[in-house]
């Protein structure tokens, strides 16, 4: 890599806000071409040969190498508190290595604690990111709880600052968990201003009851984590999610996509035509969950997350795959870091140990590696995946996401053949672990230039805390909501033209005491009485009811709950005795 200045030779490097890249290969999400590029004043403002430019200009020599948009990392949790910790990243370590990795533009979730003002929790992580962030941000806000207050603090999010998304948890019971009539409201709701519903994923409810099943049975590690939260467990809620999000004309987005069947759920629901995405992360592309029965505690506790880990190792390139395909759309870091000290708040309950692994530095190089280098997903699919689909999701596109006039300068020089070896000794993170130790990467950025400025060069990183802007997401997204607003037109319903009803009507009385009625009453129209088929039968030539009766009680299963009025026990014809006798 070459660089150098074109007339005045005093401006620092860091300062200068003309660049002009010379000889690199531009790559978008739909296509790549040969081109010199100038940028000034953060902006990209020529792309072209022989491009006219003023002095003073920074020279950088790309050498045919790909020039691509900086990465967007849609999912960190930087600076995190929990149970009176906080994550070891804050927005400084986070983003420096946010940029050291590739990435020039992260999302970080705002997580109101429950029954606190929405609002006031946003502006403490503006406050926080603001003052620290080395690269330019944004904010979703996570629903930790849901009445006509938080309706009206939404409203303003959406309309005056700057959020489009908003994350609801079906886990975590008793404290963010939200019930499916909850969750079908916020869709309705936060759809209907233009904005996109994104959900953790896991049946909540029966994790609770797993978890204590799995404590009882004597396993406190870590590999309870995974034993108490199977994969059926997110499937579920996957499948439920979007079944909700469908009734209401939602836009759906899914977090953390963890497992082979979580990622088939959202892709069949693609293929049907729903409004859905699906966002893999760093460590679930690149590792697996065989981990959590590592002997060594530490070790094993590093990898915990939620949803967790499939311990099926086939699970990454699966989802690669899915990735590859477009099946999947985005990828996120999901970067939560602990040290070994705070996860040890776990060390002899796993239902204690703080949740989250890194993966901001590494992403870009783990899906170029695993990815582009196998041959299942090109350049240009690498940049859709890695900036291209979050900029378009979040209505950030073309400023982020794409190297056109115009569009903002966040850009990177990126080798597909250059080498490194993942280490904790060498990573940005605060975190003394690291979750991909050891793991050979191919494909990493050379030169990183974040808001104009070259913030990464010669392996060398020039970053300033507070650089970093808000980058505010506006509402109704054209990539999300064309769909959407399709789809209201078309579901307009209508009630049958008909005349009146004027025939008999059956008089239920007055129901007996213990005798279920609220269906009655609720009813919009009078239910008939169920009448038995007779030509099915409870019985089998085993002697045994299909409820597992045997002769002798089989009897006593026909109508054993309170008997509703007017309703009359059929027995089939030639009495109960001929078939129960036959043998």
């Not at 903002?408 to 690291?434: C, F, G």
């Not at 009680?553 to 005795?577: C, E, K, L, W």
Request: some cysteine; glycine content about 10%.
């Amino acid at each position: 890599m070459m660089s150098g200045y074109q007339g005045k030779k005093n401006i620092p490097r860091i300062t200068s806000d003309r660049l002009l890249i010379k000889g690199g290969r531009i790559v978008n999400d739909d296509q790549s071409f040969y081109a010199d590029l100038y940028m000034e004043d953060g902006l990209i403002k020529q792309i072209g040969d022989n491009l006219i430019v003023p002095g003073g200009v920074k020279i950088i020599e790309a050498n045919g190498m790909m020039l691509i948009p900086g990465g967007i990392d849609v999912h960190t949790h930087f600076q995190m508190p929990y149970k009176g910790t906080t994550t070891v990243d804050d927005f400084v370590q986070g983003t420096k290595a946010a940029l050291a990795g590739g990435t020039t533009m992260i999302i970080d979730h705002v997580i109101p604690d429950p029954e606190s003002s929405v609002i006031a929790a946003y502006e403490k992580w503006r406050e926080w990111a603001d003052s620290k962030s080395c690269c330019d941000y944004a904010l979703h806000v996570d629903i930790t709880h849901w009445n006509e207050g938080v309706k009206e603090e939404i409203q303003t999010l959406i309309k005056d600052k700057g959020v489009n998304s908003f994350l609801v948890y079906m886990a975590y019971k008793d404290l963010y968990q939200m019930s499916n009539a909850e969750l079908y409201d916020i869709c309705k709701y936060v759809g209907d201003l233009g904005a996109i519903i994104q959900v953790h994923a896991e049946n909540g409810d029966i994790i609770a009851q797993e978890q204590k099943h799995v404590l009882e049975m004597g396993i406190t590690g870590p590999e309870g984590h995974v034993l108490s939260r199977p994969e059926e467990l997110e499937a579920e809620a996957v499948f439920r999610a979007i079944t909700i999000a469908g009734q209401t004309n939602c836009p759906l987005y899914v977090t953390k996509v963890m497992s082979k069947t979580a990622a088939d759920i959202i892709a069949q629901a693609k293929k049907k035509g729903n409004v859905v995405f699906g966002e893999p992360i760093s460590a679930s592309l690149g590792t697996d969950g065989t981990h959590y029965w590592s002997k060594n505690w530490a070790k094993a506790a590093a990898f915990v997350t939620s949803p967790p880990l499939s311990p099926d190792p086939t699970t990454p390139d699966y989802l690669i795959s899915l990735l590859s395909s477009g099946d999947l759309q985005t990828v996120g870091s999901a970067h939560c870091t602990f040290s070994t000290a705070q996860k040890a708040i776990g060390k002899d309950d796993f239902t204690q140990i703080p949740e989250g692994t890194n993966g901001v530095e590494e992403r870009m190089s783990i899906i170029w590696d695993k990815a582009v280098a196998t041959g299942k997903m090109d350049e240009n699919m690498f940049v859709a995946v890695t900036s291209t689909n979050a900029a378009k999701i979040f209505n950030l596109y073309p400023r982020k996401g794409r190297v056109a006039v115009g569009s903002d300068a966040d850009l990177i020089i990126w080798d597909p053949d250059a080498m490194r070896t993942v280490s904790a000794k060498t990573h940005q993170s605060a975190a003394e672990y690291n979750i991909f130790e050891g793991t050979d990467l191919c494909g990493a950025p050379v030169v990183v230039i974040s808001m104009g400025k070259i913030v990464l060069e010669d392996g060398n990183l020039h970053v300033t805390p507070g650089n970093g802007r808000f980058v505010p997401c506006k509402p109704f997204s054209d990539y999300v909501h064309k769909r959407i607003k399709a789809r209201k037109q078309l579901a307009q319903v209508r009630g049958v033209p008909r005349g009146m009803y004027d025939g008999p009507v059956h008089d239920l009385g007055t129901p007996k005491a213990g005798t279920p009625s609220a269906s009655a009453k609720t009813s919009p129209s009078k239910q008939p009485q169920p009448v038995r088929n007779l030509h099915q039968s409870g019985f089998s030539l085993s002697g045994r009811t299909s409820d597992g009766l045997t002769k002798s009680n089989a009897g006593a299963q026909v109508d054993d709950g309170p008997r509703r009025s007017g309703h009359r026990i059929v027995v089939p014809p030639g009495g109960r005795s001929n078939i129960t006798s036959l043998s």
